[in-house]
């Protein structure tokens, strides 16, 4: 019940004037965003449009242990990471983005046209979040193993059947 009312909460903060827009540009890197307590809606909204599936990163940075709730288009696409909180502190993005330490989460778009908003699901005070727009979603490798596993998996059929004849 509490999600559904900080969801709308969310929601209806997004019709708010006193947010700012702010459009994001795939490879541009980081866009700032600031809130000031748990529960906070960030002061910024974010929107893009892709011809392409592409990756929204969020981070946490400057005082580590924050966390937020992601939304796109109204719709909550889940939580940043859990972490520890810590008295770390970084203004370095990536730095954060990559560091256990900090909260972060990657999400995945398809083509379309997104509004991003969000909220500090859990916050040490006031604090600053980044998000950056990447294009291209990176292709998952075959492992090479997986070549070595086909004959085994043919000769393990190739037994089985024999022994039923």
């Known amino acids: 019940m509490k999600r559904i009312l900080i969801t709308l909460l969310v929601v209806f903060s997004m019709a708010n004037a006193n947010a700012a827009t702010k459009?994001?540009?795939s490879?541009?890197?980081?866009s700032d965003f600031n809130y000031y307590f748990?529960?906070?809606?960030?002061?910024?909204n974010f929107t893009?449009?892709?011809?392409?599936a592409s990756i929204l990163t969020v981070t946490d940075f400057r005082k580590a242990g924050d966390i937020f709730e992601v939304i796109s288009n109204g719709v909550s696409l889940g939580l940043t990471s859990l972490v520890n909180v810590s008295t770390d502190f970084t203004n370095d993005r990536d730095f954060a983005a990559a560091d256990a330490r900090w909260s972060s989460g990657a999400f995945n778009f398809s083509a379309g046209t997104y509004v991003i908003s969000g909220l500090a699901d859990f916050a040490i005070g006031d604090g600053a979040g980044a998000i950056r727009l990447d294009s291209g979603v990176p292709e998952i490798p075959v492992p090479a193993a997986l070549f070595l596993?086909?004959?085994a998996l043919?000769?393990?059929l190739g037994l089985r059947r024999k022994s039923s004849v």
């Open 23 to 25: 459009t994001l540009t």
């Open 27 to 30: 490879g541009a890197g980081w």
């Open 38 to 44: 748990t529960g906070d809606v960030w002061e910024d």
């Open 48 to 52: 893009f449009t892709i011809t392409e």
């Open 149 to 151: 596993f086909a004959p």
């Open 154 to 156: 043919l000769g393990f």
